[in-house]
């Protein structure tokens, strides 16, 4: 947690529940559910707080400027924002908590299929970064809802800069037929290619 | 001796060229046909080992449309010989005021020459960093930024518009100070500008082994035969699904076809030639390894040269 003038930052933990539940296709149409791994929210306690203080006398913190990781999910992160808005009063402070507010949800999900980031990134230039040189994975920046994808060639998504679980969600079903069009096909004796693909390779 | 009409013996006659008077003068009367004749050949010749102060020429170089007045200026040269006094404490001063707008941009203009000179790239090249580098050079933005790894992007997406796409690690020996990580921010921040200035998104694809070939070849000094079998092999890994960076992949099938003809390429040189490290072609070069009967065309290397090829 981390501990400014009035607002307190939480940054919650990874965690790893991989859904073994069954998936409701209604809500979930392409019968994958992206998984939680972090969120990070800001709650003001409406007072001025001195950080030396709390490091020295509150159990449990450290004043270090880093972040610390920690939640599950948004109402664990609401807890835990409570729990250390209560450690802050015992120290001696009048904090208050007004305005609990998830800043980023990241979550991750896999498709299970190889994907042809080239073509990928070759249609959707507008939205599309593919940097092999400074980093294996397609930056897919979505407008609407406003989020970041990470897509990788193995198929493992990475959905970030979301604001609430149903952004995720709607992201993530966007972008499934998407990428389920660029899905890279087993190339055992199938030396073919796209016959769709416009694009000539040159020669140098 | 030429033949021209001349008008006073009213035929084709034999004339002469006079160049000590630039006359052409016709022989059979005498008659001056041209005078004033201007002398296109060049008027001096300039030797390298020559001292640089009695350098005759009178213009400057090319006006250069990105600087303000296209680069035009007017400088108070130092008299001859004597009164250097003079000059350094008045005149000289005043000349040095610093007056210049363009002096940041001439400066960057300069790094970048640098860089490509040491690069050995054309000048159609250094021409597109310069106006990329012009376009980003007055936002507020940059300030905070390293300036060398922005000369560095600059010149980076110059090659890759250009079709004549460098490795960022190739960019990075040339220019001093930028790391790998410094250029690629500064490359996606100026790609990100100059889409919101000119309004549509910029035409640059991606790169693939295929265009980095033919360079690395030629560094290690290989035969046409065996860069045409590369070419070859790395048109035919596209279609694989090998999850490594393209310049790895052209790393490896050099390695693998060198290791197949009869000048075998230790790692260390093609690590030297392509940036590459050592481990890195060696794990790449498991990856293609399978998939080496697909790969290398058989007019380089049979079946059981094959079998020869070192297994990874």
Redesign the interface.
Known sequence: MQIGSEQVWLHMAQYNLEGCQSVDLAEHPSGIVPTLQNIVSTVNLGCKLDLKIIALQARNAEYNPKVCTGAKSEEQSKLAARKYARVVQKVGFQAQFMDFKVQNVVASCDVKF?IRL?RL??HH??FC??????F?GLIYRMKDPKIVLLIF??GKIVLTGAKSRDQIKRGFEQIYPVVLEYR?V??IGN?G?DSRDPVP?Q?? | MADAFCPDCKRNTETVFDHSAGDTVCSECGLVLEAHSIDETSEWRTFANESADNDPVRVGGPSNPLLTDGGLSTVISKPNGGSSDFLSSSLGRWQNRGSNPDRSLIIAFRTIATMADRLGLVAIIKDRANEIYKKVEDLKSIRGRNQDAILAACLYIACRQEDRPR??KEICSVANGAT?KEI?RA??FI?KQLEVEMGR?M?M????A??F??RFCSHLGMTNHAVKAA?EAV?KS????I?R???SIAAAVIYMITQLSDDKKPLKDISLATGVAEGTIRNSYKDLYPYAS?LIPTSFAKEQDLKNLCSP
């Open positions: 190889p080239e990134a070759l230039n507008a970064s593919f940097e092999p040189e400074i294996p060639v193995s890279k087993p190339q030396e290619k390779r020669l140098t | 490795t960022v790998k690629g490359k996606e790609v998104s035409e694809g991606t790169i693939h295929g265009d070939l033919r070419q048109q596209e279609e694989l699904d999850r960076s393209p310049i697909r």
